[in-house]
């Protein structure tokens, strides 16, 4: 909640101090006087400078303040010197009176400098309490500790929401860009909504500012989308990379995986048992049984003596069989070497291809620097020119022939990189393949050394006395051990990999359902509810400000796209008269107001309207706006600055004086100020 | 690129071509005259002597042939009198960033001083061309070209 409390403008003269001094209400507030020309906008001004919202008004620093605050100040007919000048405004935030001091004109004080003295203006005149210096409309004056929006952030207890940037990044909402919505200034104010706002590098401000100020959940909803999103390709990319892990670790060992989804899926107990590893050989064995195959055909060959007794002819036969089947895996290796050359072959040349277009890359980065150097100093040919006949002539040392186009050395840049990201695309293929074909050659590479060292055993076997002890069968069980070993390995990381699925199965399940909780539109349910009586607010308080162009009331809506008043789909500005656009304006601040009270948005609780009667409104309407911001609950604060031009206003604001404050001026806002020592 | 519309008709498109660093003007013109500046050499800087450097600068194999010279151990070096380097000395000449003296060697105009001193102040610039140079563009001195070309004659004389 921001409430002004009182506002105090000093102007210092060879004449004393001249200024204006006046406390402000909750609720409605006028300032009135009889001529324009009184300075009810400079009193106005104060409150935009101090709060350090100059750019509402179109401006940096104290080049916003009007003649009165800067060059001279009038005194009857006698004008004098401004010597320096300052305000004071005291702010309320709904537990804490503040006052906050910028200077306007002054040798010692820089006007980007805002103090904050924590207590009311007479204490903070007097310097009887504590005060800290904010600066304010510099780099970082949002975010800083030391920043004066960051301080009034805080204070107000506003919490602004991260938005995205023009240039992509993300940065937080301006506090200037909510206030161009509440105060609503003379000059420009009136020209359409948010016609003051200024463009501080944020994406769609006047939508982000909208949903700030009603509390919409859209940015926090499109977050959360985008956050599903991440989450929903971290675990795809994790399922994945663990099926593969264990295919891999499977392939070794002569296995397949079966009933492993390729996406993440819910798996329960009964599904996982469907993941399995299967022995690739003719019968497709479970690994279960492969290992029980093992440990019988152990067990039979510890069952044989280990002798060699009559058997010379199986020896023979078996010996034959090793021999042709290592043959094979010879023939096999001998063709995943050929290939793996062939990968490296291409890898190798690939990589040199590479290095030799970041070298042409960094050469045509220097060949771009070097043009500019040569330009700086005047060097023809650099800029395109002949040194002799200055004609224009192409960057080129070939033959040039007119009727061929060559490339910028932008353009070669660009090339270049498109070059380089099609090799390198290949480069990662050709790697791919070579992995894998190494794997292969692996696996290959051990079955032909066992296949050889039976066959050894088993030439020995033959050659040897009948007597002596078997080194075939030896070596085989030792084999076979081995084996089992290994598959057993393999089955227990099968099993722990299984619980990982699991768990990411749980994952899955879990995002699934946020998934499903978000709502399919943009809009959750409380924000179209928001939406629904901003837009019965708008329109009742058009009805009741008699909003003439011959529309159907009916047929307004709030564009869901652009938060702004359409009809029939268009905006209403083309079809509205000039009076009927002011109407409009009120109508949209203050529903604003409105709805934010009513639905716990985010409004500061601050409304100003400069001159609202403009384009020759007629009182009755005016009376109605009186009447509209006077039945919207009074925790709140608006202040009109009003001309009062005909009798008929004055009675009517006679009628208000009761109940409001009302600020009359007389010819000058600024008066001699009786000094206080006095 | 070649569409083909629906009366059957060929239109090509034409595309720029791309031109390799080495064929750039504005790059050339540079590396002529880091060479001349690097050369520090008081008599000038002979045209044979920046056709060797530019020609080592080419690709790495050419840059060991004129290493294996400068380091005496081969003189099996020819000589490629590159007609882009001649055409860029020209450039350069016109553009008055070099001087030709009345030895017929060159050696750089103020002008060309600045924009070597330019390009010598970005360390970023020509990274690999000022670390050939500052090496190889001294040892190659005149006369070991000049000794290069006398064992010309007698080769020649000896074929015959």
Known sequence: MLIINRVRIEIDTIDGKYGFDKPFDKGLNFIVSTENTSGKSSILLAIYYALGFEQLIGGHGSKILSRAYKKKIKNGDVEYNVLESGVYVEIFNGTQINTLYRSGKSE??????????????????????????????????????????HYLERSLGLELPIVPQQNGSERKLYLQLIFSAMLIEQKRGWADFYSAMPNLGVKDPKKRVFEYILGLEKLALAKKKSELKNREANLKSRWHSLREDILLEAKKEKFLVVGIPLKPEIVDANSTKGMKLIYAGQDEELVEDVIEGFSNEINQLNILKPKIVDNFEELEVELRETEFE?????????????????EQNKINSLEYNIQIIDNDLQTNYDARKLKNLGSDIGVATM???????????????????????????????????????ALEYTLVNHKNNHESIKTDLDIANENLSILRRLAKSLRN????????????????????????????????????????????????????????????????????????????????????FRFSSELEYKDLTISPLTYLPEMDGFDMK????????????????????????????????????DEPAQHSIVLQDLVALFKCIKSISSDYQTILAITINSNEINEVLNEFRKEHNIIQLDDMAFKKIQSDEE | MIEIRDNNDVDFTQRPNPIPYNYR??????????????????????????????????????????????????????????????????????????????????????????????????????????????TYSRKLTENVIDMLMVKWRYDDANNK
């Not at chain 1, 010692?108 to 003295?117: D, F, M």
């Not at chain 1, 310097?127 to 904010?134: A, E, G, I, L, V």
């Not at chain 1, 290592?326 to 062939?342: C, F, G, H, R, W």
């Not at chain 1, 057993?488 to 359902?513: G, H, M, P, Q, T």
């Open chain 1, 108 to 149: 010692s004080r820089e006007s980007k400098l805002i103090t904050v003295y924590q207590g009311d203006i007479t204490q903070a005149c007097t310097n009887s309490c504590s005060r800290k210096d904010y600066y304010v409309n510099m780099q970082n004056s949002a975010t800083n500790e030391y920043g004066f929006h």
């Open chain 1, 326 to 342: 290592s043959e094979k895996m010879q023939e096999k290796v001998s063709i995943l070497n050929k290939n793996i050359i062939k």
């Open chain 1, 383 to 421: 800029d395109g020119n002949c040194p002799l006949c200055h004609q224009s002539i192409e960057d080129s040392l070939l033959s040039t022939n007119a009727s061929y186009l060559n490339m910028s050395i932008e353009d070669n840049i660009r090339h270049l990189k498109a070059q380089k990201n």
């Open chain 1, 461 to 544: 076997d033959l050659y040897k006395v009948d007597d002596d002890v078997s080194e075939t069968l030896i070596y085989k069980r030792i084999e076979l051990e081995k084996k089992k070993e290994n598959i057993l390995v393999l089955s227990e990381s099968f099993d722990s990999k299984k619980a990982i699925f699991r768990e990411l199965s749980d994952e899955w399940r879990e995002y699934l359902n946020d998934k499903d909780n978000l709502p399919t539109d943009d809009f959750s349910e409380n924000d179209k509810d928001k939406l629904n009586e901003f837009e019965r607010n708008f329109i009742d308080n058009l009805e009741m």
């Open chain 1, 574 to 609: 083309f079809d509205s008269s000039a009076s009927d656009h002011i109407r409009v304006i009120w109508a949209f601040t203050l529903a604003l107001l409105q709805t934010s009270l009513k639905k716990d948005g985010n409004h500061p609780g601050l409304v100003i309207f």
């Open chain 2, 25 to 134: 003007l504005s790059y050339k013109v540079s590396q002529i005259c880091l060479i001349i500046k690097l050369s520090v050499a008081r008599g000038g800087v002979s045209m044979t002597k920046i056709q060797m450097l530019a020609s080592a600068l080419l690709s790495d194999k050419e840059a060991k042939l004129l290493v294996d010279l400068t380091n005496g151990f081969s003189w099996n070096y020819l000589v490629r009198y590159d007609p882009t380097v001649i055409r860029a000395l020209k450039y350069a000449l016109f553009d008055d960033l070099i001087i030709q003296q009345d030895n017929q060697k060159y050696r750089l105009s103020d002008r060309g001083k600045e924009f070597v001193r330019k390009i010598e102040n970005d360390e970023m610039l020509m990274i690999r061309e000022k670390k050939f140079l500052n």
